[in-house]
């Protein structure tokens, strides 16, 4: 059976380009990047390369890039190394009933250990409007981090007027980017971005491996102490090949952004188009600001897992929203913030296309999907008693 991957907001392949670059760094230049000896200076020139790659696309100075295991660890070292380093201006921190969990558990431990957080609300899009930020930002507030792009809904934030407010009040201003990075154009001084998140397997590189912006200046402790590593904010011998592999991947993204993006979104479009042919279903998101290759639905009286097994079982790979709240019951708390009920929470589906996908891939999810929708409803428990 041909098998279609349509979660790539989840991971994806790592491009052959990039693996191949990585190779070497596993076996002839396998030094490690702090010694002085020529094994050592190679694994260095890598580093160095892959940081300007990444920098590149961002608009950065190389030495404000600092390599991190992932999209996690970029999250969590920016809002506890901000919380931590400026503590003595203030404990309160601003952030969005949206984002990822690695942000929202990052604020959930500092609120455990004293200080405040803000959850601001979105509208039924999913956008947070920056008069909101404005009005919360208080005389003790440290940091606003607002997400780039939503992993579930592919909504885009309006980060560029966030970042200006933030500038203006003089409030350090995280976004979590792991979704757009490569995908959106991003320019962290048109933008007033002082830190910013990615990951290297949303973009076709390695799993394990992400980066942290931060702007020269900016006041942020560590995470991890050791080693005089990544400019004293990230101790730990680098995964070289990881961070290759990541560079590598960066500058194709860069490459290939444009033309990726309106490849997609007429794939996107075909496939909502066709989607909400289906009867009582409904595009989650908004309909223009979005990740190009995001489509997100919900199908009243059925659930998402089912669709996902029933989809699997036709070799096409789906999800409900987020990989990492699929094994848990609870609805997604992004559509929960769109003001979707429990039930219609549930009943949701995201097709997320990238790199390798094609017209082909669109067509044959829309061959199978009704048909799917149609099963599950004429057995769903949800349809009685449901009114209008
Ligand atoms: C995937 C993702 C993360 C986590 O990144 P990892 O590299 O998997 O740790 C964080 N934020 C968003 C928006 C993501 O999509």
Redesign the pocket.
């Known amino acids: 059976m041909r098998r279609v991957y349509m979660d790539n907001?989840?991971?994806t392949p790592v491009a052959k380009e990039v693996l191949e670059e990585m190779l070497p760094y596993f076996s002839e230049r396998f030094g490690n990047a702090s010694s002085l000896h020529s094994f050592g200076r190679e694994a260095k020139l890598g580093l160095d390369a892959a940081r300007k790659r990444v920098a590149k696309v961002i608009g950065a100075e190389e030495r404000e890039i600092i390599f991190t295991?992932?999209?996690?660890?970029?999250?969590n070292t920016a809002i506890v190394g901000v919380a931590m380093a400026n503590r003595e201006k203030g404990k309160h921190i601003i952030t969005t009933k949206i984002?990822?969990?690695?942000?929202l558990n990052t604020c959930k431990f500092l609120e455990s250990r004293g200080f405040e957080v803000t959850y601001l609300d979105v509208d039924k899009f999913g956008i947070v409007k920056p008069e909101s930020v404005e009005g919360a930002i208080r005389k003790d507030t440290v940091l606003v981090s607002v997400?780039h792009?939503?992993?579930e809904i592919g909504t885009l934030e309006p980060i560029g007027e966030v970042g200006r407010i933030c500038r203006e009040k003089g409030v350090y201003f995280h976004t979590?980017?792991?979704?757009s990075f490569g995908k959106v154009g991003i320019d962290v001084d048109r933008m007033n971005i002082d830190l910013l998140?990615m990951?290297?397997?949303?973009i076709y590189g390695p799993?394990?491996?992400?980066a942290l912006y931060v702007r020269s200046g900016v006041r942020m402790e560590p995470l991890l102490y050791g080693g005089s590593h990544e400019f004293r904010k990230r101790a730990g011998t680098e995964n070289v090949a990881g961070i290759v592999g990541f560079g590598k991947a960066a500058e194709i993204s860069m490459k290939v952004m444009e033309s990726e993006a309106s490849r997609l979104e007429k794939l996107r479009k075909e496939m909502v188009k066709g989607v909400l042919g289906i009867e009582r279903s409904h595009l989650n998101g908004h309909p223009e600001k979005r990740l190009p290759g995001n489509a997100h639905f919900r199908f009243d009286f059925i659930e998402g897992e089912s669709l996902v097994l029933r989809l699997d079982m036709e070799g096409i790979a789906a999800s409900t929203g987020?990989?990492?709240s699929t094994k848990s019951l609870e609805p997604s708390h992004v559509l929960l913030a769109l003001g979707l009920r429990h039930e219609e929470a549930h009943g949701s589906l995201r097709l997320s296309m990238g790199r390798y996908n094609t017209k082909e891939d669109v067509e044959r999810v829309l061959e199978v999907l009704p048909g799917i929708v149609k099963d599950l409803r004429e057995i769903s428990p949800f349809k009685k008693g449901y009114r209008n």
Not at 176 to 179: F, G
Not at 199 to 202: A, D, E, G, L, V
Not at 207 to 210: N, Y
């Open positions: 907001s989840a991971t295991s992932g999209g996690t660890e970029s999250d984002e990822h969990h690695a942000v997400m792009a939503n992993n979590d980017a792991v979704q998140s990951s290297s397997h949303k799993k394990g491996v992400g987020s990989a990492c």
